[in-house]
């Protein structure tokens, strides 16, 4: 008989626990409608917005969205290759459209030439690896001034760490177009905006890098009297190296396209030609430099991924700003 | 105690690990090669763009104005000479000072002569027809006139320069002025950002915040259509030199560019990155279609997106929202296909094992398990499509970038480009900190 009391007692702080559960399911219920209820009205608000503040109106421009294909449709297939390769095509007519040869590099005299848009790309990767270099050199330096661990209570700390903040949410067009103002226009100017952007971007993954490294090292060279220098040198930088060649290598693929992006707004290479060329209805060359863009951007991002995955193993293999 | 190996432990230590004592030459070498190619590829692409040359070229005399013209503004009075001796001043148009101004820098000294103050009684200029004082840092320097042009005085100091008959000199900050013989041009550089609330065409400009407040609050209406409120709102966002509406507009353009695109491009991925996974989805064929979707529009860049968009729509934030949308559709398609497969299976196999239908695995199952990380990785990209949106619009889908850019081609509105700045960065501190709450909030503190 007492079991069965038990029985209904326990059936009913079951009940009791159910209801409260379908109370509170019902309540999260409620907010989270709440929440999506605003995210919506909030993104019908936006398109709305972006609608009348476009110059060609969605739905009226809709159908006719790749009408502008029409006018991209080059003569035959290998008018690409030739766009690509600079070499001259048979529908030539004197105007820019046709005339590949214009833009050859020439090497040694007129013997040997690169093709005008393999310059450009060469020039769009080494801004963006000049300036991954420069970045990662200061971030490098810049990191271990920056992390709590190494550095306690010192208010440089949060200096070094606002003057991140700043280089990387610093909009990198005015910091390019400074320079340009100076310098005119051109590649130097896009490193320079790159490399300080990088400089933010890894200094602050490097730090974090620092901050989550293993501080058994450092107690050990302190123990032993190390100085701030030693400490940082045999018993932090050979712990997170193999994380900081990594964070380097995805700033670099990163970097490849933030160089063909800033080339566009002024900075020079693959980036100003494309804008040129798809701006003047040029359907070749801009087949030629879409194929070029992505089979190189294709090529260091498997490049990279590999050097990674050897590096540091599957492992932290993670995306992030 | 000191540690005393036999030379017997030695070559034993030495065989157990070889990796030690005989490292391969990458390991031995590596390090140092790199970096000796660092600086190898620094110099190298040195030479590659002319570095040394361009710098050395540059107009580095006119950086000083350019980061000058940031924080502060100039107003350029004309003295101008005329035949009957009398000296006639004129404002550039639409000058920051407003009509007719009366600035306590300049005076009117007896004699028909005109002062103009450079900072203090020690660096000032005296203007008269026949010849200018200049008084530097205490000490007078006159300035005299030939039918060819202003000649410079004797034991003139450095910061005197002459050209083609004009003298000018340089006040430093304060600004400069340049002596002809039939006119001064006058420089004068003031801390801060003129008219930033009211243009010199407004009824407001020139008040200060009490007069302002009485204005609006008690005054008459200026304009009997609408309350001086709404009228000063009007007057402040219609601002000709700052052009705060404007600005706004085109920043909000930016904004909803990254939050629209950044949403859209998570909603589309989020059923295609399970369609991509090669736990959920078993035909292969559908992965690999999914998969090399995502790569390609992954890998065509933004800024082609960007303008194939612009092509297509017309300059304007939908432009903007496409390109985000098609890039970052991509990544996060890669990116949540890659979480999706890297569960733990047992949770799905858990809830098989109760009879739940397909839908109600991947509910229950998968769900669970990825939703943090695909919260976490699209508030990244949203943060970051925010700061990188404005670079999007100057390539020709509008919003910020282009009026940043607009402002920078003129070489003049440097405190325009300032102002602005400062509104991104404003924007982008408080999105970082939304979506770090909502970060924190979704899926608790970090890690």
Known sequence: MADLAGDRELARVT????????????????????????????????????????????????????????????????EIVRAMFDLPSPYADGSFKYDY?????????????????????????????????????FAFFLCFFASTNLMGANPARLVIRRVMELCRAFPEIVLAGMLAAVLSLGPIA???????????????????????????????LRSLGASWFERVRFGMVPQVMPNFVSYFLLRTEINVRASTIIGAVGGGGIGEVFRLSISRDHAAKTYAIVILLFVTIVAVDQLSALLRRRLVGNASFQFGA | MAIALTPEERSALRAAHPEVFSP???????????????????????????????????????????????????????????????????????????????????????????????????????VSTRQVMVYLAGTAYPVAFDSTGALLPESAPAAFSEKNGRVTVDFGFAGSAEIRNTQV???????????????????YWGMNLPDLVRAVTSGER?????????????????????????????????????????????????????????????????????????????????????????????????????????????????????????????????????????????RYGVIPQVLPVFISQT??????????????????AGGIGLKLLEAMRTNKDWENVAYMVLLILLV???????????RSRLIGPRN
């Not at chain 1, 999260?28 to 209820?37: D, G």
């Not at chain 2, 982008?428 to 909502?438: A, C, P, R, W």
């Open chain 2, 24 to 126: 391969g030459p990458w390991k031995r070498w590596g390090a140092l090669l790199l970096a000796l190619a660092a600086p190898g590829y620094a110099f190298y692409c040195f030479s590659f763009f002319d570095i040394g040359r361009t710098i050395a070229e540059g107009k580095w005399e006119r950086a000083g104005i350019y980061m000058a013209d940031w924080v502060s503004w100039e107003a350029q009075p004309r003295f101008r000479f005329r035949d009957d001796g009398s000296i006639e001043i004129e404002h550039e148009r639409f000058s920051p000072l407003g009509e007719n101004p009366d600035p306590d820098w300049m005076t009117r000294l007896p004699g028909g002569r005109e002062e103009v103050i450079f900072g203090g009684p020690a660096n000032r200029i005296e």
């Open chain 2, 222 to 362: 200026l304009d009997p259509k609408q309350s001086n409120l709404s009228l000063a709102i009007d007057e402040f966002l219609t601002n000709s030199e700052w052009q705060h509406g404007d600005v706004f507009n085109k920043l909000l353009q930016t904004i909803v560019m990254a939050f629209v695109g950044t949403l859209f491009a998570a909603a589309l991925a989020f059923p295609l990155a399970f369609v991509a996974a090669r736990n959920v989805t078993r035909t292969r064929t559908l992965n690999w279609i999914t998969k090399r979707f995502f790569d390609f529009t992954r890998s065509v860049d933004m800024l082609i997106w960007a303008l194939v968009f612009t092509r297509g729509f017309g300059p304007g934030p939908l432009a903007g929202i496409s390109a985000i949308f098609v890039t970052d559709t991509g990544t996060f398609g890669k990116l949540y296909s890659e979480a999706i497969e890297n569960i733990d299976d047992k949770q799905r196999e858990g809830v098989r094992s109760v009879g739940a239908p397909a839908a109600a695995v991947q």
């Open chain 1, 101 to 137: 040869e214009e833009g050859r590099r020439y090497l040694f005299g007129s013997a040997f030439y690169i093709p005008e848009y393999f310059y450009a790309m060469v020039v769009t990767l080494n801004i963006a690896f000049l300036s991954t270099l420069i970045g990662g050199f």
């Open chain 1, 15 to 78: 009940a009791q626990v159910h209801q409260h559960y379908r109370q509170l399911v019902a309540t999260r219920r409620i907010y989270s409608l709440i929440a999506v209820a605003m995210l919506v009205l909030v993104l019908i608000g936006a398109l709305i917005f972006a609608n009348n503040a476009s110059s060609g109106k969605f739905f009226d421009r809709l159908p006719y969205l790749l009408d502008f294909i029409k006018s991209f449709v080059p003569n035959d297939p290998f």
């Open chain 2, 185 to 203: 041009l006058v420089r004068r550089r003031f801390f801060g950002w003129e008219n930033f609330f009211f243009d010199t065409r407004s009824p």
């Open chain 2, 428 to 438: 982008v501190f408080i999105f970082d900190n939304i979506s770090n709450t909502l």
């Open chain 1, 190 to 220: 896009a490193i320079f905006a790159v490399s300080v952007h990088t400089i933010g971007a890894l200094g602050k993954m490097f730090f974090e890098v620092v901050e989550n490294a293993d501080m058994k090292p450092d107690e050990g």
């Open chain 2, 379 to 396: 508030l990244y990209f949203w943060e970051a499509n925010i700061r990188g949106a404005t670079i999007v619009g100057a390539v020709g």
